[in-house]
Each structure stands twice: as C-alpha cells, then as structure tokens.
C-alpha cells in the first residue's frame, strides 16, 4: 500500500500571513467587547509583530515552570520558529483547520487561545524541532511538560504534517515512529500505539485527510490509506485501505468509500 509522507520543505508564509491578519484583527475586536481582557490579548497577540513572535510567546506561556522559566522556553520556542519558518506556516494550517472543521471554534482566537489540542500540538512542533537538532534531553523535557498540562502525549520524534486538527486532545497518545500525514482529524483518547518490546518501526502510518475518531487505538507498524476513516472506539490491528472506513474490534471494513472524512468530521455510519 503507497503511503504519502507529512508535508516538508520551504513554502511561501501564505497561511501564515493570512492568519496572522486574521487573528489580530480577531482579538481587536474581542479586546474592544471585553475591555477587561484587553491586557491579556494585548500581550498575547496585539504587542507582537507576527505569528511567529505570538507562538513563542504562547509556548512560553503554557509550557513555563520553576525548572524552566518562561523567558529560557520563549527564547527556545522563537529560535525553533525562526531557524524553520514551515514550523510558522504548519501551525497556521493547523490553526485554520480547526476553523474550518469545528463548529464549535467561533474564530481563530479560540484554538490560538484556549484549545489544548492546538497548543499540544504547538509544543510538539518545537519538541520535534529540538530532537531533530539532537537536543533530545530538552525535547522530552516538552514533552513531558506538554503531557502534565494538556493530558496528551506525542512523542517528539514522531512525524507529523500539517493542517492537523486534534479535537478536545485529552488522553491522546502518539508514538516515537509514528507518521501521521496532512490533513487528519484526530479526537480525543486516540491512541497511535506500538506493540512489542523491539526498537524499530512499529508505531502505525497515518494517510492524508484521515478521520480518527474518539477512543480508536490503532497499533503497530501498519499503514492506514488516505481520506480513510476509523470509527470511534476501534481497535485497528492491520492495513486499512485508502477511503475505507472501518469500526469494531478488531476494526473491519463496514461501508464503501468515502471522500475527505477529515474535513466534513462525519463520523456516522450507513
């Protein structure tokens, strides 16, 4: 079964600007509607120049401690972001995509604020940064501090794409070798697990626009095709074909194809 890679390489910062526009303009508003947080969005997105500086200063927001201040993490958050500027453009995507597939998000203000499965996956991007630049004692320290915070575990060398949207996010758990592709939608008590006790690959590879829904484990070294679509509460054991959609436990083929599950969030069965 062909698997397509998470998005890589250098991209113009469309979504990035188009955010960023977006998201300033937003918290204007909210700040002249709610003048007692004015100083909250003020420092939070208002003060900054650009997305970039308002991710690091909300990773060091969220991620500080008494072992690490909030100046050491912006100051790692900012470098991240800035030594790779995808990071910037992968996180606007990710900001868009919960716009545009939750009904419950009313602007980008809420994921960049308050959505926990946004700001994991933030905190993730610049962990995998780290381990990348063989920093992994610092990178498991954000994991760690990202599990204790959020209640979601995503192992920083795991691969992921962009335009992610991981809904609600507690009790998620994302191994070291998985991959998971652009455009998935995960939901809460997802677990993208390994089995056995060897090294090596045997986390699961996740397709683009897949749909994972709430409670589903998938485990193993196993492929799961794009645009397919896991019912909530599965238990995927092997391959699951591009645009199928499986349920049960074991998890097994129940209905025909289907066409961008992420992104229309059905999760009903025929």
């Given at each position: 079964?062909s698997?397509?890679?998470?998005?890589?390489?250098?991209v113009?910062?469309?979504?990035?600007?188009?955010?960023?526009?977006?998201l300033?303009?937003?918290?204007?508003?909210?700040a002249?509607?709610?003048?007692?947080?004015?100083?909250?969005?003020?420092?939070a997105?208002?003060?900054?120049?650009?997305?970039?500086g308002?991710?690091?200063?909300?990773?060091?927001?969220?991620?500080?401690?008494?072992?690490?201040?909030?100046?050491?993490?912006?100051?790692?958050?900012?470098?991240?972001?800035?030594?790779?500027?995808?990071?910037v453009?992968?996180?606007?995507?990710?900001?868009?995509?919960v716009d545009?597939?939750?009904?419950?998000?009313?602007s980008?203000?809420?994921?960049?604020?308050?959505?926990?499965g946004?700001?994991?996956?933030l905190?993730?991007?610049?962990?995998?940064?780290?381990w990348?630049?063989?920093?992994?004692?610092?990178a498991?320290?954000m994991?760690?501090?990202?599990?204790?915070?959020?209640?979601?575990?995503?192992?920083?060398?795991?691969?992921?794409g962009?335009a992610?949207?991981?809904d609600h996010?507690?009790s998620?758990v994302?191994?070291e070798?998985?991959?998971?592709?652009?455009?998935?939608?995960?939901?809460h008590?997802?677990?993208?697990?390994?089995?056995?006790?060897h090294?090596?690959?045997?986390?699961?590879?996740?397709?683009?626009?897949v749909l994972?829904?709430a409670?589903?484990?998938?485990?193993?070294?196993i492929?799961v095709?794009?645009?397919?679509?896991?019912?909530?509460g599965?238990?995927?054991?092997a391959d699951?074909?591009?645009?199928?959609?499986?349920?049960?436990?074991?998890?097994?083929?129940?209905?025909g194809?289907?066409?961008?599950?992420?992104r229309?969030?059905?999760?009903?069965?025929?």
């Amino acid at each position: 079964m062909s698997f397509a890679e998470p998005h890589s390489g250098t991209v113009a910062p469309v979504l990035a600007i188009r955010a960023w526009n977006r998201l300033r303009l937003e918290a204007a508003s909210a700040a002249a509607e709610e003048p007692m947080l004015a100083s909250f969005l003020n420092a939070a997105i208002l003060r900054h120049d650009g997305l970039a500086g308002a991710l690091a200063h909300r990773v060091a927001t969220k991620m500080s401690a008494s072992q690490l201040d909030a100046l050491h993490i912006h100051d790692v958050a900012r470098q991240a972001l800035e030594t790779e500027p995808d990071l910037v453009e992968k996180a606007a995507a990710d900001m868009l995509a919960v716009d545009e597939r939750d009904p419950a998000c009313l602007s980008l203000l809420q994921p960049f604020l308050y959505f926990k499965g946004f700001h994991g996956l933030l905190c993730y991007r610049i962990a995998h940064c780290l381990w990348r630049q063989g920093r992994q004692t610092l990178a498991f320290h954000m994991q760690n501090g990202m599990s204790e915070r959020f209640g979601l575990d995503i192992h920083p060398a795991a691969r992921l794409g962009q335009a992610i949207m991981i809904d609600h996010a507690t009790s998620l758990v994302i191994g070291e070798t998985a991959v998971v592709g652009d455009d998935v939608s995960i939901l809460h008590e997802v677990t993208l697990g390994g089995t056995g006790s060897h090294g090596g690959e045997r986390h699961p590879k996740i397709g683009n626009g897949v749909l994972i829904g709430a409670g589903a484990k998938v485990l193993g070294d196993i492929t799961v095709g794009a645009q397919a679509r896991i019912a909530a509460g599965s238990v995927v054991l092997a391959d699951v074909p591009a645009r199928c959609t499986v349920a049960g436990v074991p998890a097994r083929p129940v209905a025909g194809r289907c066409v961008e599950p992420s992104r229309t969030m059905d999760h009903t069965l025929p």
